[in-house]
């Protein structure tokens, strides 16, 4: 047997820990989470439904701590909490602002993605704050909060979907075996034979 190298212990013992996911511990600061695309696939949509559930992290009590800005300090702003309120976070941890939508639907495709600075390294500039407006309407911003609702929409399910497709073929099978039944005991009352009444050549039922 061929023992297995170090390298592939820790590659396999990280898929095992990327598996196993404890979803009442994640982490809530978004500045201290693992990026998304991390997560295995099998656990992926879990855990952006876990976020999703607990919502954006708002504290609203915290101290904000002031940065310089020229010859000006300012600090972020709890007023944008309520006029952000369904995508809109904070990091304690990194006093940086963040986008959970976009954390959990961004693609994972480097500058092509765009603006990096609601998902990665989060948004610190409190003198601009109409990058926030910019971003709400911005195209990849609107698409990852299509997908969380979509997500939260237990009628696009994909099980959900399965299930009423299940309903429907049960309700046909069960319609066709009903009428199989009936022609059956209609022919045996009457005494006929359970096969075509037409013997020539060309017909594709015979005897």
């Known amino acids: 047997m061929k023992r297995k190298s170090s390298l592939e212990l820790e590659s396999s013992s990280s898929k095992k820990n990327c598996v196993e996911v404890n979803f009442s511990d ?25 976020y999703l559930l607990k919502g954006p992290c708002q504290p609203r009590e915290h101290n904000f701590p002031m940065r310089p800005f020229g010859q000006k300090s300012r ?10 309120s369904t995508w809109l976070e904070y990091s304690i941890a990194k006093d940086a602002a963040y986008c959970l939508s976009c954390y959990l639907f961004k693609p994972d495709i480097g500058k092509q993605a765009g603006d990096d600075s609601f998902v990665g390294e989060g948004f610190t500039n409190w003198k601009k704050t109409d990058s926030l407006r910019q971003h709400a309407k911005s195209n990849s911003h609107k698409d990852a909060w299509s997908k969380c609702e979509d997500l939260l929409n237990h009628n696009q399910y994909i099980e959900s979907t ?20 009936d022609c059956s005991c209609f022919l045996l009352r009457q005494e006929l034979p359970l096969r075509g009444h037409d ?9």
């Open 199 to 207: 013997e020539s050549e060309n017909f594709s039922n015979k005897g």
């Open 75 to 84: 600090r972020f702003n709890t007023v944008w909490f309520t006029e952000y």
């Open 162 to 181: 399965i299930n009423k497709q299940s309903d429907q073929a049960r309700i046909e099978y069960r319609t066709r075996l009903r009428a199989s039944i």
């Open 26 to 50: 994640l982490p809530a600061d978004p500045g201290l989470r693992t990026k998304i695309w991390d997560y295995d696939p099998n656990v992926r949509e879990q855990v952006r439904k876990a």
